[in-house]
C-alpha cells in the first residue's frame, strides 16, 4: 500500500508540475483549468480539447523550449505566444522562454514582411505565403543562421495565431515536432457563431445552461471566461460571433447594450474574432425614434446610418448586423410591402462606410399575405418551399455587403434534411451557411449526436446547379459566380463548466469550426482527432469514441424520424415524440401536416401531384427526387406519400421496414452504450460516469421515441404489429398525456 | 530572467504538487478546484473557504500524516475522512494515509460508543461528550496507546464530520495541531438554506446565475458539484435545505420531480443534510385529485397523508415542507376561511408519522378580506404590522412539528430593519428565522456588503419579552417557553464558478453558517476567519479585509435608505433607487408608502397617532421606539414622520442630516474601494480584478442612489439643497426615465 501510495504520488507531482505551469505563465486574464498527468485525473471539461497533456517522453525530445518573435508585437503575437507557452509547457513539463535569440529548436513566429534575415529558406517560403491570403498561416522546418528551428508564418498577425493553434493541435495528435509540415488557408471569409441569447441571459435552445455573456454585469465586469470562449474559437479559426438571439430585442441598439457588446468586442479583438449584433426590423420605431420602420422611409435610414456610427465609434471592427425579418412573428420589410432586399439593402447601406456587412436569413415562412390568407381559411403552401419562392426570384438585387443565410435544410435543422434548394439557385448572392449546432431537434445535451456527419452530408450535397458538379461548399465559396459567402453556427455553448452541456456536445462545436475552416474535411477525421486531443491519442479510445460518433446521428434518425420523416417533435419545447399533435394554429407548426400519415399511406407528397417543391431543385436532382424509385431512402417520405406496402429495396414493405428504423436506432444506442462501458480504464471517471448517465437516459428516450411513434403509427394506419415486434410499452393515451412545462431552451 | 523563471517553476512545482494531490485522492466524486501554493496564483473561487493551501512550514511540524477511525465505518465517516485527507495534503504537502494503527501525531475519529480501547482520557471524554447531543464534536488532544494523538469525538457521525471540518477550519487559521481543542454544539437543531430556485432553473432574487440544480437532467444526471455543495454547507454545520422556490408550483408534488429530490437527498445526506421541499398550498386541487383545498376536507388531508408516505419511500430522511401560504398571491389556506394554524396543522399531521416538519412563512401581508377592502378603494392597513396581526392570536395553536418562520425585519429584507415584533411574541411556537442570503436590496452580487453585521444586529435584538433580556437568540433557542426553532438563509447560491457571484458573497453564505451554529459569534470574528481562509492567515491581508467587510453593510444602508428610510428602490426587480413610485397597484407596494416625504417632512408614523404598530413590541421597546427622542437613529424614520427641520443628535436638521448620510454612503465606497486597491499585492489577479471592478461599479451606483435620492426628496420637499452639497449629477426626469427590463432574479 504505501508503495502503490509512492508511486502514485510521484506521478501526480510530475503531473502537477507539467500541468500547472502553462497556467501561471500565460498572458491570457483566465487560466484553463489544469489538467493533472494521470489519464484517468477527472476532468471537468472546461479545457475542451486545449487540454496540453503531456505527452510520451519521447514525443517531447524535439518539443522547443523557446518561443521567438520576429518583427513588431501585437495583442494578437501575445496570444499566440501565450498560448504556444502554454501548450508546450504542457506537453513538455518544460519551462518555455520567450524571446531572446532563436536557438536550435525554437519555434519562431514571424509575418512574411518579418522574415528574420539568418533565414535560409527566405524565398521559398515568401512563395509559399503568397497564395495564403490573410487568415492563412505555414507551418515548416526551416534553418535559422544554419540551425533547425520550426518557422510559423503568415502573412498577417491572426495568421501566426492560427498556425500556433494548428501547430499545437498537430502535436497533440502526436507528430513529432520536426515531423510537422502545414500550410492552410479558408476558403470561407465568414466563419461565425451565432448565439441564440437573450438579455436576461436566458437562451433560446440553450441547452448549456445560461447564456455566457453575463450582460448585466457587463462591461463593469467581465468575466475571464470570455478569453478562454475566444481561445477556443480562435484554435477552430472561427472569426466571428453574434452576440444575441436572432430574435432580438430593440434594447440591443441602446447606448448602454453597444457599450456591452464592446466590451466583449475588446477582449475578442486579439484572437481575429469579431463582434455582430442581430438587430430587430422595428428598432427605430420602436425606440420611438422614427414614425415608421419602412426602409424605404428617409428617415429611417437615416436612423440606421446614425446608428451604425455610433457603434463603430466604440467598436471600430464591428461585423455587422444578423437579421430574422418577416419570420416567425418578428417584424420586417413585408410590412410595408417591400422585400427582403430592400430591406436589407437599407441596412448594408448604413453599415458600408465601416465595412460592415447583414446577414439576412432566408428562414421565413408564409409571406404576411398568405399568413392572412391562412387566417381566413385559406391554404397555406408548402413550408418546405417558402425560402426559396421569396428569396430565389431576389438573387441579384441585394448590395455586396449583403449575404443571405439559409438554413442547411428548408424545414428546420431536422436531423436529417435534403440540402435547401437555395443552395446553387442564387449564383449571384453570396450564400451563408446556417447550421445549428445546439441540438434542438436531436436530444439536446442529454443525447450523443455526432453532427459532423450532418455537416459533411450537407457540404457534400451536389446541387448540380448549372448541370455541373456543384457541390453545397462549391456553392458558398462562390464556385457559380464568384459570390463567397460563408458559415455560421447555432453556438451550443452555456455558462455551463464543460460549455456545451456534455462532453461529446464539445465535439460539435469543434466539428463546426473544422469545417468552417475547410469544408472539405472528413466527419471522421475530424472526429479522430477531436478525440485524441480530447481524451488521449491512444488508438484503445480513439477508435471505440469516433466509432461510437460515427454512429450515433445515424440512430438519432433512426429513433426520431426515420426514412424521411420530420418534425415529429413535442411543441414548443421540442422534446420528445408528438406525432399526433395537429390542433395548431398554423397548419405547417403541425407533425401531422408533416407526416401526414393515414390509413392510406404516410409520407409528404413533394412532386408535381402534391406541393411541387422538388422543382425548385436543379434538374438532374429533382428528376431523381420526383422518383419515389430513385429517391435516397433517407429522404423517401420527405418527398413521397406512399401505402403502407410500398415494396423497399430490403424487400420489406414500408411498415415492417419503418419499424425496424425505429427498432435499430434504440439497438444502436445501445450499442453505443455497450461501447462506451468498454472505456472505463481509459477515461476519467467524472467524464465516464457523466456520458454513461446520459448515454442510460437516451437509451431510455430512444425507446420512448420508438414506441410512442410506432403506436401512433399504428394507430393512424390500422395496421397490426408485425410479428416479432415488441409492443411500446405504454399506451398511445399514455404518450399522448405527457407535459415538459419547464424544458430548458425556450426562447 | 532565466534565474526568475528557473525560481518561479520551483516554486510553481512544488505548489502544483501540494494542490493537486489530495483532489486526487479524495474518495468524493467531485473534486474541489486545485489551488496552487502561489499566493498569487488565480483563483476561480470553486473552492471558496475549503482552500486548503500549503501552510508555512513551521505550522506544519504537529499536523498528522495518516487519519484513523475506529469503529463501525459509514458514508458519513468516510466524508469525514476524506476532508481530513484532503485538507491534510494541501495544507501539508504530504500523503495522508488512512486506516492502518495509531501512530504518534495520527488525528483519530471516534463516537462516543467506539473510544478505542487504549485511549488514556476515556472517563474525561464520556464526560465531555455528554452535553454534546447528536450534531456537537469534541477535539482534542489525547494520549493513545501512550503516543499523542488528535481525537475528533462525537456522539453521532455527523458529529465526526462536524468536528473534522471545524478542526480543518483551525488549522486554516494557523493555529498549531497540538493546539487546537474544541467542544461544540449547536443551539438550534433545524440550520437550513432556502433556494427560490424554480423548475426551469431560474432564480428568483439570484444574482449567481442559474440554479446549481439541473431539475431537468435529474435523476439521470447527477452533477457532482452538488456533492461540493454538501461539503462546503457541511463545514458550516448546515443541516437542511428547500430545494425549490417557496413560490412553488404544483409539479414539484409529482412523482417525476420527487425522483429528482431524491437524488439530490442521496448526494446531500452523508453530510447531514436533509431535503425539504417548498409546497404549494393548492397542489392537489391543480392536479385535479381533490376538488378543493380546504385543510379540513378530508380527501384534502388524506391526499397530503399519501403524497407525504409516497416522499418518505423514496427520501426516507426527508425534512418536510416549507409554505408560502396567502402571501403575495399564493393560495392558502384563508382561501376557504381557515386560518393559518389549521392549514399548517393539516400538513404537519400528514407528515409527522415520518418526523417531518412542516415550516409555514408568517411573511403575509393583508388577509383576502383587507385586500379585497383594498380593491374597493378602502384602506389596507400598515404591512409592518400585518404579520403580528394574522399570527401573534394564533401562538399555541399550532402542532408541535410546526414551526413559523419569520423574516428578521416586518417588511422584506431590507438594508436595515429593526426586528420583526414577533420574536419574542409567540412563546409556544418555535420559531425560525428567516434571513435573506441574496442580496435582493443590497446591491446584488456586484455591492460588497457583508451582512454578518445584519445577521448580528438582529441576533442580539433584546425583545425585551417578559420584561427581561430576551434576545431574539433566545428567542430562537425557546428561552421563553422551551420552544427551540431554527434559522434559515435565503440562498445566494447559484451555477456561478464561484457559487455567489462573487468574491465577497461567499462571505455572507459563510457568515450565516457561522451564526446559524453559534448565533453567539462575532460578526467581526467570523469575518477575519473567512477571509483567512479565504485569502491568506496573512494580518496584511485578513485586517484591510475584514475592515472593509465591516463597514460595508453600514454603507449599504447609508446610501440606499438611511435613517430608518425603506422600500425605496426599483418595481418588481428592486434594482435601483425609485422614490418616486407611487402608482402600483397597492398601496403597500410603493416606495411613497413608506417614506411618506413631503413639505412637511419624511418618514412614516408608526406611533399611536400613526398606524400604530410600535405596540406589537415588548413594552420596554415600544416605548423607546414610541418617542424620536429615545429611538436609535437608525430607525428614526421607520417609526416617525419628522418635519425636515427635527433636531438630530448631531445638531444638523432632518434635510441635511439626510443628505450627510448619503455622502457619507458615497464616501465610504470610495473607502473601501481605495482600501482594496492596497491589496493588490497580497490578493491574486483574478479575484483582485473583479472585486476591483464590481467596487468600482458599486461606486457608480452608491452615487446613483445618492444623486436621484437627493434629486427626489429636494423635489417633495421643496428644500434648496444645503450648501457645500454637490448636486446630483442629471434631473430627477432622467432618474425617473430609467429602466431595467433585463434584470437578473425575477420571480
Not at 79 to 92: C, H, V
Not at 409 to 415: E, H, K, R
Not at 654 to 667: F, N, Q, S
Request: some cysteine; glycine content about 8%; hydrophobic content about 45%.
Amino acid at each position: 500500500m504505501q508503495r502503490i501510495l509512492a508511486r502514485l504520488y510521484a506521478a501526480l507531482l510530475l503531473g502537477a508540475m507539467l500541468s500547472t505551469f502553462p497556467a501561471a505563465h500565460a498572458a491570457t486574464a483566465a487560466p484553463i483549468a489544469s489538467t493533472p498527468a494521470d489519464p484517468l485525473a477527472d476532468s471537468d471539461g472546461y479545457d475542451l480539447w486545449l487540454r496540453y497533456r503531456p505527452l510520451p517522453v519521447a514525443g517531447r525530445a524535439h518539443l522547443p523550449a523557446a518561443v521567438v518573435t520576429a518583427g513588431a508585437d501585437s495583442p494578437t503575437l501575445q496570444a499566440a505566444r501565450a498560448e504556444l507557452q502554454r501548450g508546450l509547457a504542457g506537453m513538455t513539463g518544460k519551462p518555455v522562454a520567450i524571446g531572446g535569440g532563436a536557438r536550435a529548436g525554437s519555434v519562431v513566429l514571424a509575418r512574411g514582411a518579418d522574415l528574420p534575415s539568418g533565414l535560409a529558406e527566405t524565398n521559398a517560403v515568401r512563395d509559399a505565403l503568397r497564395p495564403l491570403g490573410s487568415e492563412g498561416y505555414l507551418v515548416r522546418r526551416v534553418h535559422l543562421n544554419g540551425m533547425p528551428v520550426t518557422l510559423i508564418a503568415a502573412n498577417a498577425d491572426v495568421g501566426l495565431l492560427y498556425g500556433s493553434f494548428a501547430w499545437l493541435r498537430q502535436l497533440q495528435l502526436g507528430t513529432a515536432a520536426d515531423g510537422v509540415a502545414l500550410a492552410s488557408r479558408p476558403q470561407l471569409p465568414l466563419r461565425v457563431l451565432n448565439h441564440w441569447d437573450n438579455l436576461d441571459r436566458t437562451v433560446e435552445r440553450g441547452y448549456a445552461g445560461e447564456s455566457i455573456w453575463n450582460f448585466w454585469e457587463l462591461p463593469g465586469v467581465v468575466d475571464p471566461r470570455y478569453t478562454d470562449y475566444a481561445r477556443a474559437n480562435a484554435s477552430l479559426g472561427i472569426n466571428g460571433t453574434v452576440l444575441n438571439n436572432v430574435n432580438a430585442k430593440a434594447e440591443v441598439l441602446s447606448a448602454d447594450f453597444i457599450a456591452k457588446a464592446a466590451a466583449v468586442a475588446d477582449v475578442l479583438r486579439p484572437y481575429g474574432m469579431r463582434v455582430y449584433l442581430s438587430v430587430r426590423w422595428s428598432t427605430p420605431l420602436e425606440l420611438k425614434e422614427t414614425k415608421t420602420a419602412d426602409p424605404l422611409d428617409p428617415d429611417v435610414a437615416a436612423w440606421w446610418k446614425r446608428k451604425a456610427d455610433e457603434i463603430y465609434k466604440t467598436i471600430p471592427d464591428f461585423g455587422g448586423f444578423l437579421v430574422k425579418a418577416n419570420s416567425e412573428g418578428q417584424p420586417g420589410p413585408q410590412d410595408y410591402h417591400r422585400n427582403h432586399a430592400e430591406g436589407a439593402n437599407m441596412l448594408a447601406r448604413a453599415l458600408a462606410p465601416h465595412h460592415g456587412i447583414v446577414m439576412w436569413r432566408a428562414f421565413v415562412y408564409a409571406s404576411p399575405d398568405e399568413v392572412k390568407a391562412a387566417k381566413a381559411g385559406g391554404p397555406v403552401h408548402d413550408r418546405a418551399g417558402q425560402a426559396y419562392e421569396q428569396f430565389q426570384p431576389l438573387d441579384g438585387k441585394f448590395d455586396d455587403n449583403v449575404l443571405v443565410q439559409v438554413k442547411n435544410g428548408a424545414i428546420d435543422f431536422q436531423p436529417r434534411e435534403p440540402a435547401h434548394p437555395l443552395f446553387g439557385a442564387m449564383p449571384k448572392t453570396p450564400l451563408v451557411m446556417e447550421f445549428q449546432i445546439t441540438k434542438e431537434y436531436l436530444g439536446y445535451a442529454m443525447h450523443l449526436a455526432y453532427l459532423g456527419t450532418l455537416f459533411e452530408e450537407t457540404l457534400r450535397f451536389d446541387t448540380r446547379a448549372g448541370n455541373r458538379d456543384m457541390t453545397v461548399a462549391q456553392v458558398l465559396e462562390g464556385a457559380q459566380a464568384g459570390k463567397v459567402g460563408g458559415i455560421a453556427g447555432v453556438a451550443n455553448i452555456g455558462s455551463s463548466r464543460n460549455w456545451t452541456g456534455s462532453t461529446f456536445d464539445q465535439a460539435n462545436w469543434y466539428a463546426f469550426g473544422r469545417l468552417a475552416w475547410d469544408q472539405r474535411l472528413d466527419a471522421r477525421a475530424i472526429a479522430r482527432e477531436w478525440a485524441m486531443q480530447t481524451f488521449a491519442p491512444d488508438a484503445r479510445v480513439v477508435d471505440p469514441v469516433a466509432d461510437i460518433m460515427m454512429r450515433s446521428r445515424e440512430a438519432v434518425v433512426d429513433y426520431m424520424t426515420p426514412l424521411g420523416l420530420h418534425h415529429l417533435m413535442g411543441t414548443g419545447h421540442h422534446h420528445g415524440p408528438a406525432p399526433w399533435v395537429n390542433n395548431l394554429e398554423r397548419a405547417d407548426w403541425n407533425p401531422a401536416y408533416y407526416h401526414r400519415a393515414g390509413p392510406d399511406g404516410i409520407g409528404f407528397d413533394r412532386g408535381a401531384k402534391g406541393s411541387d417543391v422538388i422543382k425548385q431543385y436543379a434538374p438532374e436532382v429533382a428528376r431523381r427526387f420526383a422518383d419515389p424509385a430513385t429517391t435516397p431512402s433517407e429522404f423517401l417520405l420527405w418527398f413521397h406519400h406512399l401505402p403502407w406496402t410500398y415494396k423497399m429495396p430490403s424487400g420489406r414493405t414500408l411498415w415492417p421496414e419503418l419499424i425496424a428504423h425505429y427498432d435499430r436506432g434504440v439497438d444502436e444506442v445501445a450499442a453505443m452504450e455497450a461501447s462506451w462501458q468498454r472505456l472505463r480504464p481509459f477515461v476519467d471517471a467524472r467524464r465516464f460516469d457523466d456520458t454513461a448517465r446520459r448515454l442510460a437516459q437516451q437509451h431510455r428516450e430512444a425507446q420512448w421515441w420508438r414506441d410512442a411513434c410506432i403506436a401512433y403509427f399504428q394507430h393512424v394506419s390500422g395496421l397490426p404489429l408485425p410479428a416479432d415486434v415488441r409492443a411500446p410499452a405504454q399506451s398511445l393515451q399514455y404518450y399522448e398525456s405527457l407535459r415538459f412545462p419547464y424544458a430548458p431552451g425556450r426562447g
